[in-house]
C-alpha cells in the first residue's frame, strides 16, 4: 500500500502534521490541500483537543404525545380526558414522584432517572403556540418567536457566533454532524460550515481500483478535488469536496472499526446513536450531533404505535449513554430531546390525538446537577376542547445548554434573556 | 470584484456587446447561465444564430406548460371526496391508508376525508413536479422555466402551507406567463394569486384585525428591500390589502372585508386598496433597483456590483416599464455580462444540477417522481417548497458535505442501470409508459459509453472538459484524466464510466 507513488491524502490533521514533520512538505502531497491543512500549516500547530463538552440533539419528529410519556396518573382527569388512550393499570408505570411516571416500556430511562442522569423538563413550549408541523418545527429548531421568522438556526447561530474570528476550517472535523438526510435547520447558519451527515444509506462512494504496477490507485474525484479552481467560489467548491472526502473516509473508518459490547436497538434512532458514539469515541472534535426519531404524529390508533416508540427512545438513549459510560465519556456528553409540539390533552375519536402545545423535553448525561422531574404535573383543569399551557419556555432549556454547557452567552444566540433552569450546574 | 465604475462606465457596463465579443465561449457562458447546460450542438447554434435571436427565442414568446392529466384528476378527486363528504356519505379509502389505520378502526368520515386528501395532495404534488422538470428539461423551454424559477423565488410560495397542488401550480403559471408584464402589474396579480394569499395570511386580514404578513414581505423581499420602508408603511399598506379572500380558486376583493378609510403609505394619504399599494411601492426609488439586484444575484454572480452599476441599470429598467423580460434582455446582451470574471463563477442549483446532467447526458428525467422528488431534497432543494419566505439564498449555501454527497449519488445513480427486475410493479409501470412516450432513457449504460469509449484517450479528455465545464479547461483536469486511463487496471469501458462520473462530480462542474 505505501509504495504508491502518490501520496494519499492524510486523512486527520495529527496524520497531516506528522506527514510534514517527517519532511513531506505541503506541496508534496497536494497542489491544493483542503482548508483545515492550510490554515494547520500556516500555524504550524494544531487546534486545542482538550475535552469538550458535546451536546446531542434528538428530535422526534411528528408531535409527542406527552401526556401518555409522561403520564400524570395521579390525575383523575387525566383518565377523563383519555377514556381509551389513558394508561390504566399504574402497575406498569415508572413513577417519578407522587404525580407523573414514565410510559411503562420506558423502564430504562427510569432507571437513569433513578441514577440521577436523566431529567423530564415539564410542560416545555412558547407562547402563541403554532400547530403546524412545518411552522412548529422551525420555531423551535430557530428559537424564533412565534411571529418571528428567522432563517438561520440556534445551532447553525452559536457556531457563526462561537466561531467568529477563528480560523473557518481550522479544525479538520465537521462542526455538526446530523443522522438526517438533508441538513436539520437548528444547523442552518449564515456563514458555511463543515456539516457532515451520516443518515442509513451513508457510504463511501468511490471505487478504488489498482494500477498497473499493483499499487493502489487514488479515486479520480480525489485528484480533480486537489485542482486548482479558477475563481473564489471554485475554490469553496473544492475545499468543501475535500473537506467531505477526508471526512467521509474518516468517518467509515471509525465506523466500520467500532466495537461495542452494548446491544443498541435495531431501530434507526438506535444505529444512529451507536454511530454518534463511535465518533465521539473517536476523539471527533465534532461538538454538536442531531438525531432524529420520527412516527410521533399519531392521529389515529395511537396506543400501541405510540408505546412502541417510546420503548424504541427508552432503550436507544440507554445503550447510548451505557456505551459512553464504558468509553468514559458519560459526562462529557448531554443529550437533548425535542418534539415540535405536544398533542391535545384529550384523546380524538380515532383513538388518537391531535396536534397540541406543550409537552415534556428530556435530558440526559452523567454531568447533570439535577435530575428526575423538573417542573409541576400538567395543568388538566381546562375548558372542553382546551389545550396545555406551557410553563417553561423551550429558549430557557436552549439557554442553560448555552451557557451551561456550551459555554457561551445564550443571549448573544437567541437574542434576548431567558431565565435559565437547573439541571445543569 | 474587479469592477471599477471610474474605469469601466455603468453606461458602458449595460450597453449591448460589441460584436466581435461574440463568440463560441460568451455563447457558451450565455447558455450556462439562462438555462441548465451548453451541449456543444446548443453552443454551435447559439453562436451561429447570434445573441439578438437566441434572447429572442429564449424571451420573446411565452411557451404553455400542460400540467399532467393527474393533476386534473386529483382535482376532480378532491371535489368529489368534498361533496360526498357533504352528503355524508362516506368518502372512498385507499388502500395505504386504509393500512395506516389498521383494520376494525373506526374512522369518522371527517377524519378520512383529511387523510385521503393529504395523501392524494403530496402523490399529485409529486407527479406535477415531475411533470415540470419534464418541460424544463427541453433545452428549448429551459430559459423560460429558469426565469419563472428566478421569479419563484422572489414571488415565493411554499407546497408544506399551501399544500394544494392546483394551487401551486396556477401561481407558478401565473408568474410563467407574465414576464413580459411590468413587474408593478405582477405584483397586483400575485396579491391575488390563491397559492399567494394564503401562503401569506391575506384571507385572514380583514379590517379591524389587518394581518401584516404579506404587506411586510411585499416590501421587504419583493419590490424595495429592508431600510426603505417604515413600520408604518407596513401597518398602512396591511389595512389597504384587508378584504382579499379566496372563493372557487380565485383571488376575490370582498369590499365589506376591507378596510375602507384613508391610510397613510410612504408619505401620501388616500382611501388606497391593494393595486394602490404597487403604485406607490414603485413610485419609490429603491423599487428600481431591489428586483434588479435580486436578478443579479440568481444570474450573474454572488457579489453585489458596486452602487453606480446598480443606479443605471434600475433607471433602464424603469424606462422599460418595469418589464421583468427587458430586465433579462439587457442583462444578458450587456457588456458586464461577459466579462471574465463571472464566468463559471456561480454555483448550480439542485434543479440546475439534475437538469443539466440530464441535458448534457441526453437523459430523461426519471419517471420515478419520488425518488426525483427525494433527491433533489437531499440536494437542498424541493421544487416549489423553499423553507420559508425568503426563498432559497443559493449561492454558497447549496453547498455542504450531505449536499455534496447526495449530487454524487445522483450522478452514480444516473450511472447504474435500472435492474427492472428489483422494480415494484408500479414503478415498472411508470418505466414502461415513459419508454412508450420516448422519454424512459433514464441511465448511462455501456451502450452509451461506448461512443466514447472509442476514442483515444487524448480525444475522451478532450471532448468530456470542452463540453461540460462551464470554465476554462484547465492542463491539470486533463492530466488527470490522461494518467488515470493509462495506468488503471480494469476494463476500457470501466474506466471511461469512472472518468465520467468523476467529472460530473467534480468541483468545476458545479459551476456555472
Redesign the interface.
Known sequence: MNNSPRPRLPTTRREFLRMSGAGLGLLAFSTYAPRFLTDAAAANVPAPEKDKRILVLVQLAGGNDGLNTVVPYADDLYYKLRPRLGIKDVSTLHKLDDHVALAPPCSAMANLAKEGKFAVLQNVGYPNPNRSHFRSSEIWETASDADAFLSDGWMGRYLDNCCEGAPDDANSDPVGIHSTLTLPQTFSANDPKNYFGISGNFRGFQRQHRRKDGAAFKPLLDEFAEIKPANDTGNFLSHTLMDALVTEKRVQQILDAYQTTVTYPNAPLGQSLKRVTSLIAAGLETRVYFCQQTGYDTHANQFNNHQKLLGDLSDSLAAFQADLAAHGLDKQVLTMTFSEFGRRPYENDAQGTDHGTAAPLFVMSGALKQGGVIGEAPNLNIPAKGDLTYKIDFRQVYATVLDKWMETDPTSVLGQKFTELPFLG | MTLDPAKFTPTQAWSPLKPEDWNQDAARHLLHRIGFSATPDRVDQVFKQGLQKTLDDAFGTVRPFTPPESLAAYVQKRSELIAGQRMGAPPPLSNKAAI???QG????PQ?QLA?DLNQLQQQAFHEFVQAWLTFAAQPENSPQENLTMFLANVLVVAQ??VKDPERIHNHINLLRTSFQQPYPQIIKVVTYSPAMIQYLDLNTSVVGVPNENFAREVMELFTLGEGHYTENDIKEAARALTGIVVVNEQGFFARRRWDNTVKTIFGKSGNFGAADVADLIFQEPAARTHLPKRFLAYFLS?DALPAPYMTELGNQWSHNQFRVDQLARTVFSSQLFYRP?FR????KTPIQYYLGLCQDLSLDVSPFENLVYQNL??M?QEPFNP????GW?G???W???????AR??QV?QMFNPTNTRNLTADLQGKLLAAQQAGHGEITMDNTRLQKLADKSDEEIASALLNYYLA??A?D??RA??L??MK????QRIE?VR??VV??F????Y??C
Open positions: 395506516r389505520i389498521g378502526a373506526a374512522i369518522p377524519r387523510m408544506s402551507k454572488p470574471e463559471g463563477a456561480m454555483i431534497k437531499s437542498g423553507p420559508n419566505v425568503r439564498l449561492g454558497k449555501n453547498i455542504n458535505s450531505s449536499t455534496f454527497a454524487r449519488q452514480q470554465g476554462e484547465t491539470a483536469y488527470d484524466i494518467d488515470y495506468n488503471n487496471q480494469g474506466l469512472d472518468v468523476a467529472l462530480q467534480s468541483p468545476s458545479h459551476l
